[in-house]
């Protein structure tokens, strides 16, 4: 079993930028894929960004060259910096885990709780 725990969601302006982290515990970190999901108001949840066990890494096109994931195998921690926010990055936040990169872009095993993030214009 894994356990995920998010943290670092708030409110922003617009252009603003905001450091989500996702403690893991339960397994061991370094063999997992890590991944951040969203979900909005009357959306489905999709894939932000993911990141290998070995460091290949995954954006979604409406994020890339604003968002950056990264991990810290030795804190058991993934993070995503989210820069150059816009309103419709307002959602839910989601971190996802699996062993396995390609179910981690499509069908994680485990998930967090999920923390707010509002970007207001």
């Known amino acids: 079993q894994v356990q995920l725990v998010e943290s670092g969601g708030g409110l922003v302006q617009a252009g603003g930028s905001l450091r989500l982290s996702c403690a893991a515990s339960?397994?061991?970190?370094?063999?997992?894929?890590m991944g951040w999901y969203r979900q909005a108001p009357g959306k489905e949840r999709e894939l932000v960004a993911a990141?290998?066990?070995?460091?290949?890494?995954y954006y979604a096109d409406s994020v890339k060259g604003r968002f950056t994931i990264s991990r810290d195998n030795a804190k058991k921690t993934v993070y995503l910096q989210m820069n150059s926010l816009r309103p419709e990055d307002t959602a839910i936040y989601y971190c996802a885990a699996s062993m396995a990169y390609s179910k981690v872009l499509s069908t994680p095993d485990y998930w967090g709780q999920g923390t707010q993030v509002t970007v207001s214009s």
């Open positions: 339960g397994s061991i970190f370094s063999w997992n894929s």
């Open positions: 990141i290998s066990s070995v460091g290949n890494t």
